[in-house]
């Protein structure tokens, strides 16, 4: 009998161990299904150059965003979110690391060709997703540098990239729309490079026999009015030199309705799992060339078509969610790099087609400006049934904290060298708390703290006034404090009124600028 129950429960044993075999993996997907189905979807769309004044919810009336606005009133506006610095490459490093970019010395505007800044061996935001059991991808404008040092070869294997950071999939524009090489880099590629017409980019010197726009004025169909004389693409040319690859070129007018093609897939090929898509538009940066669509329908000039064009954006990413039944389980963040600027490097009737428009809003400065302008900039989250609909923070935070407050949402741990100036704001970002982060630092050849009510903008050097952009840049050989409170506009300096102001604030960023790890010191 005892035999018999041994060899019972020998089969019986050999029987279960070949079950679980074969259900294991069923009930594993089950349970990781049922995980990924909490887990929310999240969009980041980045706007290029858009003020605080250029959205209607922020208080434009001249031009109309409606698509922007309804993010607005069914989720979350921020009066206090901030960019990390003026200008577009230093706030989208900061963005996808979680560090300042300030705190190295090739972080300023890259040009076409540089080559990837953003260290691949260190976490970045992507990474943070994937982690998690995301599916990630970027989808627009990139400006971060691509490859190995001195930069890409265009007609080879691009890498390192977004894909050695964490994405899964990347479709984008190298660097900026008036810089080239303008074509696509699809993951690893140059899309739709013929092999026997290879492509070259130089920013030291001209090469081929392309037409420039210092000497081929008559090509163009757009004049510029400061720098971007060089190489001719699509009738208007750009900042740096490039020949080859015209099969690979992309066209203006183009972008927008191709950059939704391909989030519109990415999202359909991937609804099953919850993703992150990081969302650069190149909107509403120069040259400002939207759509057939869209032009002239602002009655504001290329400019305002450019805003209509970022709107429509917005709306059709929604749209895409609506139709596919994701839009209740998805978080979407919408901000700028920086602040607006009207004139910047294109005779496009920008200024002259103003009407009237503030694209500051109340706010001195813009893009390059250590004033407010140049970094306080929409913020909205939307996220339906989590965040309440309709409703205004006046919370501080900035682009850099969204990565310690994505890794909280994803419930993933930063190591201490991870994201080292980011913040965890999840409750800031939902709603929940009405302060924020403790200070705001920003960025513009140079740094500034804010704390409470008071700005304190560090002494620096250089011209207090750009002449091209027609902006203040808030360089000053003397200290500047304002209460930004009461006088928003930055209007009156008060640091000789209030110098243990001054020098509290002075001594605090002072801190931040000697610890590298800002998160984690005795600073926050």
Known sequence: MDNNRKYFFEIAHRIIFVLLFFISPSITNQLMAQTNKDKPNVIFIYADDLGYGDVGCYGATKVKTPNIDKLASHGLLFKNGYATSATCTPSRY??????????REDTGIATGDASLIIDPTKKSIADVFKLANYKTAVLGKWHLGLGNSPGPNWNHYISPGPLELGFDYSFIIPATLDRVPTVFVKDHQVLNLDLKDSMLVSYTHPVGNEPTGKNNPEKLKMMYSNGHDQTIVNGISRIGYMTGGNA???KDEELAPIFIDETRNFISENKGNPFFIYFPSSDIHVPRSPNKMF??????????DAILQLDWTVGQIVHILDSLKLSDNTLIVFSSDNGPVVDDGYKDKAVEMLNGHTPAGEFRGGKYSKFEAGTRVPFIVKWPGKVKAGTQSSAKISQVDLFATMAQLCQQKLDAQDAPDSFPL????????????????SHNQGLAIIKGDWKYIDPSSGKSYNKFTNIETGNNTEPQLYNIKIDAGEQT???SKHPETVESLKSLLKQIEQNPNSRTSKTN
Do not use: F
């Open 94 to 103: 900061s963005l996808l690391t979680g560090q300042y970019a300030w705190r």
């Open 426 to 441: 999840l409750n800031s970002l939902m709603g929940k708390d009405k302060v924020g982060r403790d200070y705001i630092i």
């Open 295 to 304: 032009v002239g329908k602002s009655g504001l000039g290329p400019r305002g």
């Open 493 to 495: 300096n008060l640091a």
């Open 248 to 250: 690979a070129r992309w």
